[in-house]
Structure formats: C-alpha cells, structure tokens
C-alpha cells in the first residue's frame, strides 16, 4: 500500500479472515469435528486467497483450477444454503468485476467485505440453519469492515475522496444494515452492532500527509476490529435472549 499502483488488498487480510472465522466459530457455540473441518479449511483459504489476490487479474488456467479446488470443501461440507449467501457471493462477484477492470480502491473496499462475510460461509460449514441474530452479527461486521476500508481509502493522499464523501457514503452503508438488522430481528439491542461504524467515521480525523503514515492506521484497524468484535458478540448473546 506504499505505492499508489498497488492494490491496498494486500495489506491486512490474514488478520480480516482470521477475525472472520473467530466470529463464526464464536457465533456457532459449538466444538465438534464441523468445527475443526471448518477452521483447517479456513487456514488453507486464507493462504490461497492471498496467493491469488494479486493474480486476480489475469485469469490462468493454474488460477481457475486452484478456485475450483477451492470451491469443493464448500460444497461438500456446507449443511445447508440459505438465502443470506447472496451477501457474500454478491460481494465477491462485485470484488471480481472491480478486481478486474483494475479499480483498486474500490476492489479493496469489496474485497474486505467479502472477506468478513465470509464468516457466513464457514458457520453454515458448522451448524445447518443461520438465525436471524447471527446473520445480523456477520451483516454489522462486514459492515464494519467495509466503513473501515472506506475510511482507509479516504484518508489515502493519492484518494480524491473527501470528508463529505467519506461521512456521505459510509452513512448511506450504515444505515441499510441497520435497516435489515431491525427488520430480521425486531431487536432494537442489536442496532448498537452499528455504533461503532460510527464512530469509527467521527474518529477518521484527516487525510494523511503521505504513505508512510499509513502503517499506523493499519495498526489501528487491527484493535478496532478486535474491539468491535468482541462488542458485537456481547451484543449478539445479549439480544439472542432477548
């Protein structure tokens, strides 16, 4: 992310799919042989898709047999496909289409949504059906993930992207999932999932100097991520009893 011709996906992924898969095993409450399945095929997805972050581009047969191969776990092992799927293979075809016309700001942003909604996938490797309260937590963290990259877009000197696009668009994002979240779960505790999307964007402050700042910021998604998810899963137990 030093040079402004590289895509920003690079940098924090590992740390995003390894918080995603911690949000599924959390929400799954469950330890069995599902659950260690899942999180050995997580470890591998991880690593692959980092190989093919790059490459994504550029379509080879060796890439086309790797997403294949990649695929198969998920059809074998899935208990169940339920209709909230659209959340993470809409995203991941949005990060595909972006991925390819080169548009790395915006492969970025969807690319960390589809990572973080990931989460869905690998809880549906864990238990049969998805309650209205654990797709809300995987909506509001994917949420989150996708306001932090916003924010780490704009805060980009080489980004055109100013303060009121920044606030504009993030609470346009915010608002929809809290929409949904309201309408699934009827729950107006599970609405404070999105809390701290906002503040994340009050707390933004300005655009950085020059890259070398950008270290710092990811350090800082890093505990935010790690606070929001710790947040939002004392949320979910909450408002699941509720």
């Avoid at 995003?16 to 599902?34: D, E, H, T």
């Avoid at 690593?47 to 379509?59: E, L």
Wanted: glycine residues 4%; aromatic residues 14%; contains cysteine.
């Amino acid at each position: 992310m030093v040079s402004k011709g590289k895509s920003t996906m690079s940098y924090g992924l590992v740390s995003l799919m390894g918080f995603s898969l911690v949000i599924a095993v959390a929400l799954s409450r469950r330890f069995l042989i599902a659950t260690w399945i899942t999180v050995a095929n997580a470890i591998a997805d991880i690593f692959a898709f980092n190989y093919m972050k790059s490459r994504v581009s550029k379509i080879t047969p060796k890439l086309a047999l790797l997403a294949a191969v990649l695929i198969i776990p998920y059809l074998v092992f899935i208990k169940a496909y339920s209709l909230y799927l659209i959340l993470p293979l809409s995203l991941l075809f949005i990060y595909a289409v972006f991925s390819y016309k080169k548009k790395l700001g915006l492969s970025y942003i969807a690319g960390s949504g589809f990572v973080s909604s990931i989460s869905l996938i690998w809880y549906l490797m864990i238990c049969s059906d998805v309650e209205s309260y654990v797709f809300a937590t995987i909506l509001s963290w994917t949420i989150f993930a996708i306001v932090i990259a916003i924010i780490v877009e704009y805060k980009l000197p080489f980004r055109k992207m100013n303060k009121v696009s920044l606030v504009g668009s993030t609470s346009a994002i915010i608002s929809i999932g809290a929409t949904i979240t309201y309408l699934l779960t009827k729950n107006y505790v599970m609405l404070a999932m999105y809390v701290p999307s906002f503040v994340a964007v009050l707390l933004s402050g300005g655009k950085l100097k020059n890259v070398m700042e950008l270290k710092r910021v990811g350090i800082n998604a890093t505990y935010s991520n790690i606070a929001f998810i710790v947040f939002a899963l004392l949320i979910a137990y909450c408002g699941s009893c509720i």
